[in-house]
């Protein structure tokens, strides 16, 4: 770690290339502007995270856990007023507001900058301004990138060790010239000095009420102001891997998705590699640290949140994850759900936002089913089960490597990516949709992806069964119009021969019965829906029969040995209604029209496909032979 007392200096070691005397340059016009006290150039190491990290923990921004009961693990606790993405503060300033599409929030980039400019000036004073080389994938890996976060948050920098392959191999690389995405990010809390030179006493969560989360897609360039907090801080996660890394990948004829990677491996040793994504509170982690239920099946875990997936040499679509470690949710988390996540979290995890126990441990909803008589919620005050408020905040999270994961595949962190055979859309829909469908063809599944939504659950949220669509699960993410998003899946496809192609699925563990429980058990028993899935995929005679929405398991073709579900509780996890679903066909078309000549005419013929096959399936003939 290399300390510069003027920050308008560069390393006496800087090599003599022009991209590394850019670099140098970028950053010293940065330090002019946000006037910081020091730059730190951040090498990576773990001497360099147990410095900083004792740093914080004596300045209260973390507090020690137990190191019996969590060993080298620490809680931090954000400020009630930043504790999680701000989708109003987000901006995509892309050069024509069309670019951006009516799902984003835009802003004329030259208006922007000027706004920035504003709020960053002087924006570090008092503080450090740590450089952060990093590498979003395997360090000069085909399918990865790179990027330069700078930032006045010690808090980011660990957490952006944890999340993407830092240091010095980076740094290399870039100076090197290997292109690379510049993130600037301050909490926006500038420290003052008295005429006596003594310095404002800092807080231990600095923030600042007015936020900005800017993403320039031309220029490739992330702008974040204001928050300390998860995505908002951690550039390499939702600010580049997705936003940045979309246009990116449209503009390079690749993909950049908000979706899991797992490789599921058959009892005679086949392995078969999906992609999913699902919206949130659908699952998504569940799947991607599956345990199956079904004797001689494996799964093992390659990302929990994005893929990045590129055709490869042999033409197939080769995907990587390009983050290095879990920011997951830690609320509904629990040793019962999801046993593999508890496992990985067990030691050198970083905690926010979570319940602190009286021996020193953490605690949060869904951990356990035996709630503490007494915490330390998630604001430092005391709690006990009566206390009328969740003690720990419903978006609090963990932050640990990948590479704890007990079912982390071998091949997580290969260069070259995985193949991908099957890739898999989910929401949550207790109505309407079947448990699995496979797409007709890879059109059928782009539209899969484009009506991706789920059910309002509670009133706070919406009007209660009133759908919010999230196409792709990229609705907050996508870099730029999302119609477009969906022509480049169909370009990718088309550039894919057939038999490379990855079959799509959708999928929806959530339906339920007239009494309102859930038809389908989940869980470990997902596994079951995994297994047809990759068997379909994998050109497998494993049978599937048609209904107006996809292929779906004929009968007996979906293995339900011990289940002991009822002949009629399969039936309505697979029935279609053709009037609710025309209903359904009817707001998809005023969805699409939001985006105007922009939706692709393949999307609109697949609706046209589909009242048609559910007009047809009206026709008791039709339903009887299905049942």
Known sequence: ???????????????????????????????????????????????????????????GSLIALDPELRPNSYLARSDPSDVARVEARTFICSEREIDAGPTNNWREPAVMRAELRGVFDGS???????????????????????GIQLTDSPYAVVSMSIMTRTGSDVLALIDAGAPFVPAVHSVGAPLSTDDAGVKTPDVPWPCNDLKYIVQLPETREIWSYGSGYGGNALLGKKCYALRIASAMARDEGWLAEHMLIIRATSPQGRAYHLAAAFPSACGKTNLAMLRPTIPGWTVETIGDDIAWMRPGPDGRLRAINPEAGFFGVAPGTGHRTNPTAIATIARDTIFTNVALTDDGDVWWEGLTDEVPEHLTDWRGQDWTPASGTPAAHPNSRFT????????????????????????????????????????????????????????????????????RRDPFAMLPFCGYNMADHWSHWLDVGAGLTPENRPEIFQVNWFRKGEDGSYLWPGFGENSRVVEWIVRRAGGEKVGAVPSPVGLVPAPGALDLDGLDLPDDTVTALFDVDPGSWLTEADLTEAF????????????????????????VWL???QRAARA
């Open 1 to 59: 770690m290399s300390i510069l007392a003027d920050p308008t200096s560069t390393r006496p070691t800087t090599p003599a290339s022009d991209a590394a005397l850019a670099v140098r340059s970028w950053v010293t016009s940065i330090a002019d502007l946000t006037q910081p006290d020091a730059v730190v150039w951040c090498d990576g190491s773990a001497e360099e995270r147990e410095r900083l990290t004792a740093l914080m923990v004596e300045s």
């Open 400 to 467: 640990v490597a990948a590479d704890q994961c007990p079912t982390i595949a071998d091949s997580w962190d290969d260069p070259a990516g995985v193949p991908i055979d099957a890739i898999v859309f989910g929401g949550r829909r207790a109505t309407n949709v079947p448990l699995v469908a496979q797409a007709y063809s890879w059109e059928h599944g782009v539209f899969m992806g484009a009506t991706i939504s789920s059910e309002q659950t509670a009133a706070a949220e919406g009007t209660v069964g009133e759908l």
């Open 619 to 621: 026709h008791p003939v």
């Open 124 to 146: 570090m004073r008092g503080r450090t301004m740590y450089v952060v080389p990093f590498s979003m994938g395997p360090v000069g890996g085909p399918i990865s990138q790179a």
């Open 592 to 615: 699409f029209e939001r985006f105007g000549d922009r939706t692709p005419a393949a999307l609109t013929d697949q609706l046209d496909d589909l009242r048609a096959r559910l007009q």
